[in-house]
Nanobody, 123 residues
Framework: QVQLVESGGGSVQTGESLRLSCAASGYTVSDFCNAWFRQAPGKKREAVAA????????FYDDSVKGRFTISQDNTKNTLYLQMNSLQPEDTAMYSC????????????????WGRGTQVTVSS
């Protein structure tokens, strides 16, 4: 059974950093299409970053390019999102997602989801 469990969220000040983790079970992270999404109150869920099987291909939304880094640790079977220079507009519930390859549009088409971890950035 595929399961994704996020952790690492919290409340920080503008400019600080957080690292989110997504512990995967029931599948091998490096074999799947993986992504991070976020949803702020009253807004649609949006894709933040994705990493394709093998870890060699990554995608980022323009709003986080240069600040966020998606990665995976194959020994821990865990997906990460390193978030630097956090801004109040990054405040949202962050969720990880996964899907079997072939990978479709990186902003959509994920079958498996975690429940999310809250990130709050105050000015």
């Amino acid at each position: 059974q595929v399961q994704l469990v996020e952790s690492g969220g919290g409340s920080v000040q503008t400019g600080e950093s957080l690292r989110l983790s997504c512990a995967a079970s029931g599948y091998t992270v490096s074999d799947f299409c993986n992504a991070w999404f976020r949803q702020a109150p009253g807004k649609k869920r949006e894709a933040v970053a994705a990493i394709y099987p093998g870890g060699g291909v990554t995608f980022y939304d323009d709003s986080v390019k240069g600040r966020f880094t998606i990665s995976q640790d194959n020994t821990k079977n865990t997906l990460y999102l390193q978030m630097n220079s956090l801004q109040p507009e990054d405040t949202a519930m962050y969720s990880c997602a996964a899907d079997r390859p072939p990978c479709g549009n990186w902003r959509y088409e994920y079958d498996y989801w975690g429940r999310g971890t809250q990130v709050t950035v105050s000015s």
